[in-house]
């Protein structure tokens, strides 16, 4: 009993000092409304194109899909706009999920400023 509490005090003061804002979250748990948010480049008439799928290994087929790239050895590109912020003295975490099915090297993914 012990135990059971001071692992909830820990968790209790952790989850107090914890303060993230969200500034950009997306699910794709909407069918095709993400082209209307996300923006695809047509810097280059050769990039591939995208497909919203949960792809071939998931736990849930709906709250899986992501955005999938959908012909092998091609560049992509794509971008969404989000509101502006500032994190003026404070961290900034950039977090995203990538989920590589074919057994290939990648090259590195950049984000551009």
Do not use: C
Request: proline residues 3%; glycine residues 6%.
């Amino acid at each position: 009993m012990r135990v059971a509490v001071a692992i909830l005090a820990v968790f209790a003061s952790v989850a107090v000092t914890i303060d993230a804002t969200v500034y950009f979250k997306e699910q794709f748990q909407d069918g095709d409304a993400w082209k209307s948010r996300w923006l695809v480049s047509e810097h280059k008439s050769d990039y591939g194109e995208w497909k919203l799928t949960a792809g071939k290994f998931y736990g849930d087929a709906e709250a899986d899909k992501g955005l999938q790239t959908s012909q092998d050895a091609r560049f992509y590109a794509l971008s969404s706009r989000f509101e502006p912020f500032s994190n003026e003295g404070k961290s900034l975490v950039v977090q995203f999920t990538v989920k590589h099915e074919q057994k290939i090297d990648f090259p590195p993914i950049h984000f551009v400023k």
